[in-house]
């Protein structure tokens, strides 16, 4: 696993800072989680939600012929990011017309780009099925998740451990984590998990019933509220 914490260094200079919420001025929609506390949102430029669509190393894990995109940034270290896994596989599940793009943002600390090299390696080496499988297998435990526990998921999933180990310390993937972080600092994703829905940055989880109500607002009006 050598070379991994040379990639560290590279991306930690480019992960987000901590920003206060009125930094995304009026351009807020009144979203709320289904504890009814409100949900950070702003609305991004057209540049900026092009720059999403453009990512190298997302993965689309949704069925063809899909009517509405959501990304979700996720760190795998993150404990939201564990339910919200858990809820956007509910919603694969019963959406088939719902794109599904998984972004690996590891933001959080060194084990997490461990891991998100892993994921990036088996990103190349198999199917998107088999990256969602990864990514529901992967929270199955419980701790920190790190490179050595990702290389064990990958193994029971039947992938050469060498190989998922030489491609996980390629340059390429340092490239991939790199730009998935100045994305994300640019879109000012300060929160894991952060989504991306109709030009509008979502920064945490609001659970599975508000995200259902935004998909059905976009499918109904192009806007994330109607």
């Known amino acids: ?123 190349e080496l198999g199917t998107p099925r088999q990256f969602l499988e990864f990514h529901r297998r992967i929270y199955e435990g419980r701790g920190v998740i790190d490179g050595n526990r990702a290389l064990s998921v990958a193994q029971v999933l039947g992938f050469d451990r060498k190989k998922v180990i030489d491609a996980a310390n390629a340059r390429r993937v340092t490239e991939i984590l790199t730009a998935h972080a100045k994305v994300g600092n640019d879109l000012k994703l300060m929160a894991t998990p952060a989504y991306v829905i109709q030009g509008v940055a979502i920064l945490g989880h609001p659970g599975v019933e508000p995200l259902r109500k935004i998909v059905a607002a976009v499918r109904s009006c192009k806007k994330v509220m109607c």
Request: net charge negative; proline share 9%.
């Open 1 to 123: 696993m050598r070379g991994w914490l040379a990639a560290f260094v590279l991306v930690l200079a480019l992960l987000p800072g901590a920003a206060p919420a009125q930094q995304f001025g009026p351009a807020q929609f009144p979203i709320k989680a289904d504890d009814g506390d409100p949900i950070s949102n702003h609305a991004l430029s057209p540049e900026q939600t092009a720059q999403v669509a453009r990512l190298p190393g997302a993965v689309d894990v949704s069925s063809p012929g899909a009517d509405v995109t959501l990304h979700q940034f996720y760190d795998l270290n993150c404990p939201f990011c564990r339910e919200a896994a858990a809820d956007v596989d509910t919603m694969i599940r019963g959406d088939p017309k719902l794109r599904v793009v998984l972004v690996p943002y590891a933001v959080l600390s060194i084990q997490s780009i461990e891991a998100a090299r892993v994921e990036l390696a088996l990103r």
